[in-house]
């Protein structure tokens, strides 16, 4: 047998090693989770924060689901011209059906209403559910159509945006999707907006509408403002437009005192990671909060391959307890806060189709702070000998998971 040819075998029975530990270790991990001893739930963001008025407009933060929700029915019933709504998972249990019954109300009275979720992340919804009546324009976005599709990375996009505009004049976005598991026992943010910056948000519908929705349906028409205090970033794959990522990094690298970041996946691409490290090593306060256990098994472990070097560069590291934080966030010197859709790993920062508002305000800022402050009490610091000192299999699992990144 030739050189090249023992080379090329020898390379193979290394990819098929290294397939087969990294099943092991997933399955073990799931294992082991599935049979480990539950935790005691937790009174999840129950802060009631003030609605503070920016510019011309009106933005409230949510952090509890189950008002969000209420408040979400109060508008949509109140609705006088349109309802547009757009989510990443809606669920037919109690609020999901609660939810599509109001707006079919509405477009039962004249109300135009305009519907879009991803039709991949709902598979295990029943069928049922997600069919509407004619009265309801909808758009079941999905990412690839042609068989041919898959082999262009720009159509392997889904749609993980969460946003629901009433009137064109009350806008929602944030972290939350559509169920009752994410308004009862998951901590997440949202916001809602009133006035001419909702506008704003009904615009980033209109565009992924008319991207999307078939030809022979009527374009929507739309008109935004640019706005000095409120910014909205749309990633678009079908362009190769991530503009979230370089708002973050942009953001990080201004900051001087502290950076509060909130994200459910802590999968960072080296310059994301980069900017959180040099701004720890001119002194930054830099703080990331992400779940001890998240809904997703292999996401954890590749979060973990990135704790030992933000813990020895001075970045603190807090694990949330008791429940699933799903919130995607971050406030930076009192004065810059993002709330939206995208987490910090690579299918939303340059990969999904994400939204992330972008605020200019410092009193906004510091209920964002005070909302870190209020998660930190469900938290546990992880410091770093204890990093260190945790188990081989562990840090062995790590390594060999370490290679599944990009297509996280």
Avoid at 21 to 41: G, Y
Avoid at 191 to 215: D, K, T
Avoid at 250 to 258: G, H, S, V, Y
Avoid at 304 to 320: A, W
């Amino acid at each position: 047998m030739s050189l090249t040819a023992r080379l090329e075998d020898g390379f193979f029975i290394a990819v098929a090693i290294i397939l087969t530990l990294q099943i092991i270790v997933i399955a073990s991990s799931a294992v082991s989770t599935r049979f480990r001893r539950r935790r005691t739930s937790v009174s999840l963001g129950h802060l009631r924060l003030p609605e503070i008025t920016i510019g011309h407009s009106r933005v409230r933060v949510y952090t509890y689901g189950v008002s969000l929700y209420e408040s979400m029915l109060t508008d949509i019933r109140a609705a006088h011209d349109s309802i547009c709504i757009e989510s990443f998972i809606w669920k037919s249990d109690t609020i999901g059906s609660e939810i599509k019954e109001a707006i079919l109300r509405k477009a039962q009275e004249g109300v135009k209403v305009y519907a879009i979720f991803d039709d991949f992340a709902n598979l295990v919804v029943p069928r049922q559910f997600k069919k509407f009546p004619s009265t309801v324009h909808l758009l079941r976005y999905k990412a690839w159509t042609r068989l041919w599709d898959i082999f262009d990375p720009r159509n392997l996009a889904r749609d993980h945006r969460k946003l629901l505009v009433i009137d064109e004049k009350i806008g929602y976005s944030g972290g939350y999707n559509i169920g009752d598991l994410y308004g009862a026992k998951w901590r997440d943010t949202h916001v809602r907006i009133e006035g001419e910056a909702a506008r704003n948000l009904y615009s980033s519908f209109v565009e992924f509408w008319n991207e999307h929705a078939p030809e022979s349906r009527q374009p929507l028409k739309s008109s935004a403002s640019l706005l000095p205090y409120m910014r909205m970033y749309s990633n678009d794959p079908k362009r190769l437009m991530f503009p979230i990522r370089s708002m973050y990094i942009e953001a990080i690298d201004l900051a001087k005192e502290r950076v509060l970041l909130t994200t459910p996946y802590f999968i960072p691409d080296r310059y994301v990671l980069s900017s959180l490290v040099r701004a720890a090593r001119r002194g930054v306060d830099v703080r990331l909060m992400v779940p001890e256990e998240s809904n997703h098994l292999l996401a954890d472990w590749l979060a973990r391959t990135y704790f030992t070097d933000c813990l020895r560069q001075g970045i603190r590291v807090f694990l949330y307890q008791a429940a699933m934080i799903h919130a995607k966030t971050a406030t930076i010197d009192g004065a810059w806060t993002t709330v939206g859709t995208a987490n910090l790993d690579r299918l939303s920062l340059v990969g999904n189709y994400e939204l992330n508002m972008e605020f200019i305000h410092p009193v906004l800022a510091k209920q964002m702070e005070q909302v870190f402050t209020d998660d930190l009490q469900h938290c546990r610091e992880l410091h770093l000998d204890e990093w260190l000192r945790r188990p081989l299999a562990q840090k062995l699992g790590e390594l060999v998971l370490s290679p599944l990144w990009p297509f996280l």
